[in-house]
């Protein structure tokens, strides 16, 4: 085995040794798989049963989850949220009736037999804003969550914008924009932000040391991404771009250095102006939390949602160290579904949507994510239901129905297992609202 101090800074060997350690930490945080046992992915996906995505080969993290609290009684439809927690403060006039009575008891059946310590869920309508909204118990449109896999989209949305103002060629060599891209010459920011780099995704070996890095929160991003496409270590392992389907891993970290490279910004920065203030957002931030907390294949319940609880960090994780509240997602999502705009604010522009939104592998070598799965930048494609999907290891959902105009959040602090099989039961109810809205 590689020695950890062999590859990396200074001050990094014993840290390195604790994420070795906690590989099911390392598998649960960034890319380990949506654990339905019915399901039908490969090993290395974290896509939501809801989306018709299927899950992985591989079982996810298992979760001591917390003694639930009660759940609220059922709610009426919430067509309006208050200013300071809503995706869009501005409604329009016409907005339909919806009933989405059915769904408070399936949840809080579910949140009370599972023992979780709650749940949100957030449905949001491209013209009419936020069309429900219901929370059970710890949960509100406040509650911070890690929540892993989810990150992916935002990080590829940071690219996309780039690109949108002139700074960024997602298509061109990295090399263009960082000197260290000479290490790949021929690997371009698309292909990392869909997986498609050659580079060793996250199994079978989630912790493979030439890699280690991306997990660890001393140093910074620009270093990095500079170790990783530096190092000769991994020259048997790697294969060439757009080639084949690797899921995760430290693609995603090389492609947040190659943003900071391109704008001259931190990460931290990047994301401040291109989310935080257009949308308005309480307090979407990326950290590392992977080997700060031991919690195994469990949701860190030491984070119990404070950010706070995490040391600050140069060197977020990019494809699975985002925190973000209830509310703050239901915003991105909605901006996903309203042509990029917060508010009267441009995120990305809608060709930059599309790019995200596309079925990339297919379309740059006929690759494949799975049994009817594709892959976009930061998107799972179900290419039967045409549905999107951004899940995460820590059983937050992300969804979206591009052609019916809506999207959905659900967020619970468990295991992708556990979230999947809650948004399959509520994907039917919810897309039946939409579709008899009045």
């Known amino acids: 085995m590689l020695d950890c101090a062999q590859h990396y800074r200074p001050g990094m060997n014993s840290r390195c040794f604790v994420i070795i350690a906690s590989l099911s930490l390392v598998v649960a945080g960034c890319a380990s798989s949506d654990a339905d046992e019915a399901a039908t992915t490969p090993a290395a996906t974290e896509s939501p049963v809801a989306t018709g995505a299927p899950s992985a080969t591989e079982e ?8 639930a609290t009660q759940a609220p009684a059922e709610t009426t439809v919430v067509t309006e949220m208050p200013p300071e927690t809503s995706p869009s403060t501005e409604q329009p006039d016409d907005v339909a009736v919806y009933d989405f009575t059915a769904i408070d008891p399936i949840v809080a059946d579910f949140v009370d037999e599972r023992g979780l310590n709650g749940a949100g869920l957030v449905i949001v309508d491209a013209d009419d804003g936020v069309v429900h909204e219901d929370y059970w118990g710890e949960f509100s449109a406040e509650r911070v969550s890690l929540v892993a896999s989810s990150s992916k989209m935002i990080t590829a949305g940071v690219l996309l914008a780039l690109q949108d103002e002139g700074l960024l060629d997602i298509d061109a060599p990295i090399s263009e924009v960082a000197e260290w891209g000479v290490g790949n010459p021929d690997i371009t ?14 199994f079978p070996n989630p912790a493979f040391l030439p890699y280690i890095c991306q997990y660890i929160a001393d140093g910074t991003l620009q270093e990095c991404g500079a170790a990783i496409f530096e190092t000769t270590d991994d020259d048997r392992d790697v294969i060439a771009p757009d080639s084949e389907f ?8 090389v492609a947040g250095a190659v943003a900071e490279a391109a704008s001259g910004q ?53 494809e699975g160290g985002a925190y973000v509240t209830t509310g703050d997602y239901a915003k991105l999502l909605l901006m996903h579904l309203r042509g990029g705009m917060c508010g009267d604010n441009q995120v990305l522009s809608q060709s930059a949507l599309d790019a995200m939104h596309g079925d990339r592998i297919a379309d740059a070598y006929d690759g494949s994510a799975g049994d009817a799965t594709g892959y976009g930048m930061g998107w799972w494609i179900d290419r039967e239901t045409g ?8 059983g937050s959902q992300p969804w979206l129905d591009l052609e019916d105009g809506y999207g959905v959040y659900l967020v619970i602090e468990a295991d992708s297992g556990t979230g999947n099989e809650l948004a399959a039961l509520l994907e039917d109810v ?3 609202a939409i579709n008899t809205a009045t």
């Open 246 to 253: 690797r899921y995760g891993g430290a693609q995603w970290q």
């Open 387 to 394: 549905l999107i999907s951004d899940g995460g290891a820590y």
């Open 60 to 67: 996810p993290p298992a979760t001591d989850a917390p003694t």
């Open 430 to 432: 919810v897309d039946d």
């Open 266 to 318: 931190s990460w931290a920065e990047l994301i401040d102006e291109i989310y935080v203030g257009p949308c308005e957002l309480e307090a979407l931030a990326f950290n590392n939390h992977f080997g700060q907390f031991s919690s195994g294949f469990d949701y860190p319940a030491e984070f119990g949602g404070d950010p706070s609880t995490l040391v600050e960090t140069d060197n977020p994780n990019l």
């Open 189 to 202: 920011p698309a292909q990392l932000i869909s997986n498609s780099s050659g580079l060793v995704g996250l």
